[in-house]
């Protein structure tokens, strides 16, 4: 089965300086991957995927994340911070091929020092 | 657009009484997925219906819980009788597999329910 591991359940950064969340997956077949955000009360918002096209993938919100097969990685970035980006972020895996299923990270919580 | 549309956003109920939540997918979509998540287990998948059929329901915790798609716009997952250890918040999503002959695995999330059994 796909899985996916998240560095750190917790990431303190300070406004503008930059994001870097970990993930890490498990698969010889490169799957699909997801980065999704929670915001407080909220349900999973998707900020960006990866399907086998390019590689440095682009999301909302200034965010991106780059494929990385040599590495199993796909680590989120965003160059500068803001006070609105404090919430929490699930990576997210599928099977290219068959299972549909979505396996998600523990979660990593973004929290941003004014 | 609606999005995935759940109810009630917050019930709390006492140990032992029967608990319904409901789920409306997104119009034209053909997954819907039951998550619940906690503190301690995080986000875990309960079951899957694809044109509302359940595809796979091997998350679901006991039998007090099922989940039922009469049709292609609702959905409800069930507890009965419930528990304190169901106290969570449970999240709908649905999702579009195939379109215009691309795959698409992204799947679009609820409010969620928070719900409280004392």
């Known amino acids: 089965a796909q899985s996916v591991t998240q560095l750190g359940s917790h990431v303190s950064v300070s406004e503008g300086a930059l994001v870097l969340l970990r993930c890490n997956y498990s698969s010889s077949v490169p799957p699909y991957l997801f980065w999704y955000v929670q915001y407080p009360n909220q349900g999973l918002q998707l900020l960006l995927k990866?399907?086998?096209?390019?590689?440095l993938v682009k999301g909302i919100n200034g965010f991106e994340a780059e494929f990385k097969k040599s590495e199993t990685s796909f680590h989120l970035t965003k160059p500068s911070a803001h006070m609105s980006d404090a919430a929490e972020y699930f990576c997210?895996?599928?099977?290219?091929?068959?299972?549909?299923?979505?396996?998600f990270g523990a979660g990593t919580t973004v929290t941003v020092r004014a | 657009d609606a999005g995935v549309i759940q109810s009630p956003r917050h019930e709390v109920t006492e140990m032992g009484q029967e608990v319904t939540l409901r789920c409306k997918p997104i119009?034209?979509?053909?997954?819907l997925f039951w998550y619940r998540q906690t503190m301690m287990r995080g986000l875990e998948l309960l079951i899957y219906?694809?044109?509302?059929?359940?595809?796979?329901d091997s998350g679901m915790p006991e039998d007090r819980f099922s989940a039922k798609m009469p049709n292609a716009s609702f959905s409800t997952l069930k507890i009965q009788p419930s528990e304190p250890r169901d106290s969570a918040v449970y999240f709908c999503?649905?999702?579009?597999?195939?379109?215009?002959?691309?795959?698409?695995?992204?799947?679009?999330f609820g409010p969620g329910t928070r719900l409280t059994v004392l």
């Open positions: 999503a649905s999702s579009l597999r195939v379109s215009g002959g691309k795959k698409y695995n992204e799947q679009f």
């Open positions: 219906f694809n044109n509302n059929v359940p595809i796979d």
């Open positions: 990866y399907t086998s096209a390019a590689t």
């Open positions: 997210a895996v599928s099977d290219r091929f068959g299972d549909y299923k979505l396996s």
């Open positions: 119009s034209g979509h053909d997954y």
